[in-house]
Structure formats: C-alpha cells, structure tokens
C-alpha cells in the first residue's frame, strides 16, 4: 500500500487501519468497531455522500450524541477530502439556523431525534441537498424531510479504499461558541492540526514527526484503551478519538455524561486513561467513587487528562486520596490555539490561577502592547500565544480572523488564545485566566479561574461561577454564584470570604453571594458567563 505523506488525516487513519486491523477501535454502547470495520464503513458513507455530489472542499454537518456513527463520519468525510462540521446539540433554533447556513452546509448526518429541528430551518438553507438520518431509536416523527436511512446508505456501496490522492491541505473545521456571540468555524489544514493537536509531536521528546509511521509505530507495543467524556461536537473529544487513532489505540465513548455509568464502563471496559473537562466532569466522579467505589474493579485505571477548563487542586486531591499512584495531566489550549502547555499535577500543588504549565511546541507569551515575546520571569501579564501549526482563520468572518491571527511585532504569524498569563523564570507558564472575564475592581485585575479555584475548596460548595458586578465605589466587585453541596447547609459570605483569604489576596475574594440551584455551564464544562452575569445583575 502506498501512502502520501503529507499528514492528511485519513491518510494517517488508513496507515494505522492497516498496520493495527484487527485490533478494537471504538466502543460506544454496545456497537464495538475494529479499525478495519471503521474504515470499511467509513469507505461506504464515502462513496455514498460522493454519490450525492458531494466532494473536495464541501462541508457536511455532523448533529448527534456521541456515537459510532459520529465518528464512522469524521473519516467518511475526510475520506472525500470533504469537511464535516460540528453541530452543538444544545442550540436553539435561531443558533441552529445560523450555523448551517454559516457553514454552508451541502449534507448533513443527524441522529433522527434532531430531525425536528432541522425541519424547522431547513427552508432557510438553500446550499442543503442531502440528509442522512441514523436512527436512534426515538421514533420521533421525521415530517416531510427527505431523508436515508443511514445504514440503508452504506449496505448499497462498496466498502473498498479507491479515493483519489488526498493534500495535507485538506481542511479541517471546527465550529467554536466561545462564550459569547455566535459560533465560529476555526479552519485548520490536516497537516497543521496534526502537528498542533492529533499526535504530531512527540510528548517525551518534543521532536516533531517525519513520517506518519513514525506516529502509527507508537503503538506497536500495544493498545491503551482511552475514554474522552466530553461530547464529539467539542474539539477536545474530536482531538482523543483522532490522535488515539494514529497509534491504534482504543476509544471508548458515551452517549452523554453519567458519572456512575462513567465507573461502571471503566471497570467494564478496563479503561486506562480518562479525558475530562474540569471540575464540571471530575467533582461528580470522585462523588460517586467515593459511594460505590469500594464495589468496582477499576484497577486498569491509571491516568487522568484534563483539558479546556480549570481543574482545582482541592479535586485534584481528592482523586490522589483514592488513587495514590494515579497520573494526572492537566492541558491547555483552544480552538485557536492548539495545545499550548502541559503538566503532571501532584498532590497539595498551590496554584497562582490556572496551571503552570510546560509551554507545548511554539507557545509563548505576547505582551499584549507591544506584541512581542515576553522574557521568562518578566512580571507583565500577557497572552498566551502561539506560532507555527495554527489556524488560517476563521471561515467566513476577516475582521474576527484579523483579532486572533495576528502579525506580530517580529514578523511572526500568531494565534492569541485571549488567556492571560505570566512567562515565569524557569519559562514554565502561569495561566490566570480569560483577559475578556478579567475583573478590574479598584484598579486591581482579578481573574475568576483563581477566585473559583479558592471558593470551591470551601467544604459546603459544590460548584461557583466567579463575574463582576457593578459597584460605586471599587467599580467592580467579585461575585460568586455557588451551588451548595447535599447535605450542607448554605455558607454564609463571611464564612466564604474567611476561607478564601487562606489561598488568596484580600482583594480577590467574593464581595458579593448569589446562591443558586445549579451553575450552568456548556456541555463541555466551561462556565456560562453570559448567565452568570445575567443571575449577578438580577441578584445583587
């Protein structure tokens, strides 16, 4: 078999697919797929979609849970040198009607209980000519949308391998909400997103790849059996399925979050590895461990990854108190980004706001002024940015692309993460949080990563969004809005404020409470701040 070795996608799928066959790729339910069985039916969809005019360049949405199907078509798509699309399964309708038309969608593959939905937009989108419906077993009414089934789709082709040549040009999109404005589609080329986020670099060493074989033969020793928790529709899932691919490793998904049905599929499955966003995903994990753990056998369990949002310290230990011998990651990056650092937490760390992390391959921090790279131990904060394997911008939206991807002062092409951090000396990374959530209260900046950091170690709390609020005299003052834990009686602000003045500076800590039934966040874990601020303005 000859390969083109530009670090296309699914040239580097196919390389793994035929070095690994027969070893068990995803795990999802109860439908299991080998490597061959995915790229066999991944060829099907391929040559279906192809059939449907479908072709280099065209853009097909992906709308559904987690699901072989989900996956079965990232590679059908890649396959065509096409560029599927993530549709968030939360968005209401005017979102929803944005996105597919923003993205000029041409196909889409939706789970049939988002039919209705798409129904209701669907006369909107002129661009639109093929749905493809997998059926979830919700038998919900399809209307009068012309639709295949999806298994009816793939038994009428051919499963062989007979695409044309592919491009590490290729592109790859993913459509980001942020946490304000509309979603955006961040457009990566495969080789470039390769290196950034699918396994490119080599971790121990920090040497780049020469050849797709040289990341494939990474798991010639054996397979791993990984679980990502987030959903599919969010880059860090997409990014876990992909890069375990490359090595031939296993994947293990689940339809939504559950975190006693997390520990019962690690033990079932003897997941090694667990990709988690934050304190969202982790803070009900350890609960529910620290019920039922004492009936599992999850003795194959040994590293934790997190990754998008903050993952306390306080939860971090609680995690070390039942596995002492456990591996713990946390990762930063963005959409934009790519991942910009690393680093192994260890028990009783103290933590400045976000992680310190080991910077990854071209991440720097800009002073935001001058936009030249900060000296390590400089005492400006910056931001965290990188050059190298980054974006090419935003589809469809110049003015965006021209905030985020800049020129820097020296010459270099950038990608801001809008993170905010200090180069420390050793030129580890500081992360203290989003310069656009930075609260500037009596001329101080104060990052709510590190104030929610220091309120969630308070015993009582179970979860807290740190906004501002409007206040005469300072400008802006701290709010936290907490989600009290079962079975504790609700904490007082000065109980708060005492607590957090054991971690943090005096004029961090909360000046105002707002106590609430539940904190929303995204289904990826990051905090909504837009509700935040909307519960704090309506509140205080």
């Not at 994990?285 to 003795?299: F, H, K, M, N």
Request: hydrophobic residues 40%; glycine residues 10%; aromatic residues 10%.
């Amino acid at each position: 078999m000859e390969y083109h070795m530009q670090f296309n996608l699914a040239d580097v799928f196919e390389l793994a697919v035929d070095t690994y066959p027969d070893r068990e790729y995803l795990v999802a339910g109860e439908e299991r797929r080998t490597y061959r069985e995915m790229d066999q039916r991944a060829n099907q969809l391929a040559h279906h979609l192809a059939r449907q005019g479908i072709g280099v360049g065209d853009h097909v949405g992906i709308y559904a849970y987690n699901c072989v199907e989900w996956v079965e078509t990232l590679w059908a798509v890649f396959k065509l040198r096409a560029i599927w699309v993530n549709i968030n399964y939360r968005y209401v309708e005017q979102e929803l009607a944005y996105v597919f038309k923003n993205a000029d969608l041409k196909a889409v593959v939706v789970a049939r209980q988002f039919i209705p939905r798409v129904e209701h937009v669907i006369d909107s989108l002129p661009l639109l000519q093929h749905t493809v419906m997998i059926e979830d077993g919700s038998n919900v009414d399809v209307g009068e949308i012309d639709t295949i089934d999806y298994e009816a789709a793939l038994a009428a082709e051919s499963e062989a391998r007979d695409f044309p040549p592919r491009s590490g040009d290729d592109l790859y999109m993913l459509y980001t909400g942020g946490t304000t404005g509309m979603p955006k589609g961040v457009v990566w080329r495969h080789r470039d997103v390769f290196f950034a986020l699918g396994g490119g670099v080599d971790q121990t060493t920090g040497e780049l790849a020469k050849t797709p074989m040289d990341v494939v033969a990474r798991g010639a020793g054996g397979a791993v059996t990984m679980f990502p928790l987030a959903p599919l529709m969010h880059g860090a899932s997409q990014w876990a399925v992909m890069g375990r691919a490359f090595e031939g490793h296993r994947v293990v998904l689940a339809e939504k979050f559950d975190a006693q049905e997390t520990w019962r599929l690690i033990e079932r499955e003897k997941v090694n590895g667990l990709f988690i966003t934050g304190d969202a995903m982790a803070r009900p994990l350890i609960e529910v461990y620290r019920e039922i753990g004492a009936t599992l056998d999850v003795s194959s369990f040994f590293l934790l990854a997190s990754s998008a949002v903050v993952f306390s310290q306080s939860v971090k230990d609680q995690f070390f108190e039942y596995f002492p011998s456990l591996v713990l990651f946390d990762s930063i990056g963005s959409s934009e980004t790519g991942g910009t650092g690393i680093v192994m937490a260890a028990k009783g760390q103290e933590m400045k706001g976000g992680p310190t992390v080991t910077p990854g391959n071209g991440a720097i921090v800009l002073d935001s002024e001058t936009l030249l790279p900060l000296s390590p131990g400089s005492p400006v904060v910056g931001v965290v940015a990188r050059s190298g394997y980054i974006p090419l911008g935003y589809y469809k939206d110049e003015e965006k692309t021209a905030e985020t991807f800049i020129q820097g002062t020296n010459g270099t092409r950038y990608a801001i993460s809008g993170d905010s951090a200090l180069f420390e000396a050793d030129g580890s990374i500081t992360m203290l949080g989003r310069g656009s959530q930075c609260i500037n209260s009596g001329g101080e900046k104060i990052f709510p990563e590190e104030v929610d950091s220091a309120v969630k170690s308070h015993p009582a709390i179970y979860d807290v969004t740190v906004t501002g609020v409007p206040d005469e005299r300072w400008g802006s003052a701290v709010c936290a809005l907490i989600q009290v834990r079962d079975g504790h009686s609700t904490p007082t602000l000065e109980s708060i404020q005492d607590h957090c003045r054991q971690v943090i500076a005096g004029y961090k800590i909360p000046r105002r409470l707002v106590v609430v039934d539940e904190v929303v966040r995204s289904p990826s874990g990051k905090p909504d701040y837009r509700w935040a601020s909307e519960m704090a303005c309506i509140e205080c």
